[in-house]
């Protein structure tokens, strides 16, 4: 082999070399560069780049990897795990710390919309320019801005945790512009917003104590649906006209609020506690003491 470059590091040398060997298929004799380096391990590397490479790109990624060296996240290439293998770790990391329902839209989205782009991509060819026409690959199949910045957020999450796990030593997604434009909830999407003479029609058209109870609480309120659901006669504070949020029922099961502030107090007017009143009386006796029972006394499920 033939030197072509040295950078030295103590006794260790880093450089690019010549290597001849014969072509199998053709039989003929051919020559390609080879970086030599060591290892953040101090393990003695040999990299063979493809025929045609040229010196400046040789130097180039010598650079590269010399930088991978020095900040630790150095890997042969036949190590470096796929975008596929390394979102299939971070779901099971994320499946510890939260719900479900939600890990089930986090497995979905990333099977759905990120492995058919990214799947076999290595790692580390994850950069600003493939993340981008991901973006713009999305817009051009007409997903809407929502849908594609719940996917930079994942996106995001799976590279930060590449980052920490020491696979890349910086998360391309920060440097990706998020698509700006109207959200879900606009006229477009099909949403709308009642006024308040709307509202006041609406509940004079709901049938049932219990149904004009709950849709009553729900507007006056704030509160979330799976947090209505959830609601006990325990968590009503009669004395102060307030009703507090502990739980919230979702696809089957109780779950603790989400955060401190999701835990909270909330002051309710004079209708409505009269409504809770009315509802109270006529409210059948349930085993979990729901204020809003399904016919079978468990909560409603949605």
Same mark, same amino acid.
């Given at each position: 082999? %033939?030197?072509?470059?040295?950078?030295?590091?103590?006794? @260790?040398?880093?450089? !690019? %070399? =010549? =290597?001849?060997?014969?072509?199998?298929?053709?039989?003929?004799? @051919?020559?390609? &560069? $080879?970086?030599?380096?060591? *290892?953040?391990?101090?393990?003695?590397?040999?990299?063979? &780049?493809?025929?045609? #490479?040229?010196?400046?790109?040789?130097?180039?990624?010598?650079?590269?990897? /010399?930088?991978?060296?020095?900040?630790?996240?150095?890997?042969?290439?036949?190590?470096?795990?796929?975008? =596929?293998?390394?979102?299939?770790?971070?779901?099971?990391?994320?499946?510890?710390?939260?719900?479900?329902? #939600?890990?089930?839209?986090? +497995?979905?989205?990333?099977?759905?919309? /990120?492995?058919?782009?990214?799947?076999?991509t290595k790692i580390t060819r994850m950069n600003y320019n493939s993340i981008t026409k991901f973006a713009a690959h999305e817009d051009a199949r007409g997903a809407s801005v929502h849908h594609v910045r719940k996917s930079l957020v994942l996106l995001t999450g799976i590279m930060k945790?590449?980052?920490?796990q020491r696979l890349i030593d910086a998360n391309p997604v920060q440097e990706v512009e998020k698509p700006k434009g109207r959200s879900r909830y606009d006229e477009s999407d099909g949403m709308d917003i009642l006024r308040p003479d709307e509202i006041r029609r609406f509940l004079d058209?709901?049938?049932?104590?219990?149904?004009? %109870?709950?849709?009553?609480?729900?507007?006056?309120?704030?509160?979330?649906?799976?947090?209505?659901?959830?609601?006990?006669?325990?968590?009503?504070?009669?004395?102060?006209?307030? $009703?507090? !949020?502990?739980?919230?029922? +979702?696809?089957?099961?109780?779950?603790?609020?989400?955060?401190? %502030?999701?835990? @909270?107090?909330? *002051? &309710?007017?004079? #209708? $409505?506690? #009269?409504?809770?009143? =009315?509802?109270?009386?006529?409210?059948?006796?349930?085993?979990? *003491?729901?204020?809003?029972?399904?016919?079978?006394?468990?909560? !409603? *499920?949605?």
């Amino acid at each position: 082999m %033939t030197n072509l470059q040295g950078e030295s590091e103590g006794l @260790r040398v880093a450089c !690019i %070399t =010549k =290597k001849k060997y014969t072509d199998r298929a053709t039989g003929e004799l @051919r020559e390609a &560069l $080879v970086i030599d380096f060591y *290892d953040q391990h101090g393990k003695r590397r040999l990299k063979t &780049l493809p025929v045609g #490479t040229t010196k400046k790109a040789a130097r180039k990624i010598l650079h590269e990897t /010399l930088k991978e060296v020095e900040h630790g996240i150095y890997l042969p290439d036949r190590k470096i795990p796929t975008f =596929k293998e390394v979102a299939d770790r971070w779901l099971e990391y994320k499946k510890m710390n939260i719900r479900e329902h #939600t890990y089930e839209g986090y +497995q979905g989205h990333v099977k759905n919309n /990120l492995k058919p782009f990214f799947g076999e991509t290595k790692i580390t060819r994850m950069n600003y320019n493939s993340i981008t026409k991901f973006a713009a690959h999305e817009d051009a199949r007409g997903a809407s801005v929502h849908h594609v910045r719940k996917s930079l957020v994942l996106l995001t999450g799976i590279m930060k945790y590449a980052v920490r796990q020491r696979l890349i030593d910086a998360n391309p997604v920060q440097e990706v512009e998020k698509p700006k434009g109207r959200s879900r909830y606009d006229e477009s999407d099909g949403m709308d917003i009642l006024r308040p003479d709307e509202i006041r029609r609406f509940l004079d058209h709901v049938e049932g104590l219990k149904y004009k %109870t709950l849709f009553l609480l729900t507007i006056l309120s704030g509160a979330r649906q799976g947090e209505i659901l959830g609601l006990m006669w325990s968590d009503v504070d009669w004395f102060n006209s307030q $009703v507090i !949020i502990r739980r919230t029922f +979702q696809h089957g099961r109780f779950y603790e609020p989400k955060s401190a %502030t999701s835990r @909270r107090k909330i *002051d &309710l007017g004079p #209708t $409505v506690m #009269t409504q809770l009143k =009315k509802w109270k009386l006529a409210c059948p006796p349930n085993d979990l *003491d729901l204020i809003f029972p399904n016919d079978e006394g468990k909560p !409603i *499920d949605r």
